[in-house]
């Protein structure tokens, strides 16, 4: 079945580590996107890919990196920048058609620190 | 700027009551909208979208009208069920690569 497979289900950080958090998928989409979801606050868009090797900040990049060397592979690093990681984090992907673009997502990764 | 708003939740109701929530955008140009929902501990599915003016997005008994006069895209259905409670999001579009830009949610729970 074609889908969006985050892991870890769940993350925990120490103080002053940087985590990376896994997405991939397999529909083929050209696009991908990080979100990050607090309660009561909906999402945030922290990176996103519209190509490989090709990536652009977000609304809230700061103390995030991100990598697209493969097409089906956007990896998120949570760094020992970031003080307040504690989230949920959603990864999406599109087909890159535009504005009536669908994004499909994953299941999450929810990031506590220790 | 662009936004989405949306009615704070949560929503409670009984079992087969009708539910509105209300969406409401701010964008330049013609936006797409989106309805997704969201179950306990899972990502977000789409549930319906809209395009253009007057589109009615339909999805599982839930329908949204795309009203640019008013500029809304609220969400009904009229006979909600206990598997229905989730976090509903609407979000939008403006960018030609679709950026989506979402409302705070909104937690509807059904009780039998």
């Known amino acids: 079945d074609g889908g969006i497979t985050q892991s870890p289900k769940y993350l925990f950080r120490k103080e002053g580590q940087n985590v990376t958090l896994s997405c991939e998928q397999n529909l083929n989409h050209d696009a991908m996107y990080w979100y990050r979801q607090d309660p009561g606050q909906g999402l945030r868009l922290i990176y996103y890919s519209q190509i490989v090797n090709d990536f652009q900040k977000g609304d809230i990049a700061e103390g995030y990196s991100v990598s697209r060397e493969k097409k089906e592979s956007f990896p998120l690093t949570v760094t020992s920048a970031q003080k307040n990681p504690t989230a949920f984090y959603l990864c999406?992907?599109?087909?890159?058609?535009?504005?009536?673009?669908?994004?499909?997502f994953g299941a999450g990764t929810r990031l506590s620190v220790l | 700027g662009n936004s989405v708003t949306q009615m704070e939740g949560p929503v409670t109701l009984s079992e087969e009551a009708f539910l509105t929530i209300n969406c409401t955008y701010t964008?330049?140009?013609?936006?797409?909208l989106f309805w997704y929902v969201q179950y306990p501990g899972e990502g977000l599915q789409l549930l319906l979208k809209?395009?253009?003016?007057?589109d009615k997005g339909s999805n599982k008994g839930f329908e949204a009208t795309y009203r640019k006069e008013t500029t809304s895209f609220h969400l009904e259905k009229g006979s909600v069920q206990v598997s229905d409670s989730a976090v509903y999001f609407c979000g939008m579009t403006t960018d030609s690569w679709g950026k989506l830009q979402f409302g705070a949610g909104t937690q509807v729970v059904v009780t039998p």
């Open positions: 964008a330049t140009g013609y936006p797409s």
């Open positions: 999406a992907s599109s087909t890159r058609q535009g504005a009536r673009d669908i994004q499909y």
């Open positions: 809209a395009t253009k003016a007057d």
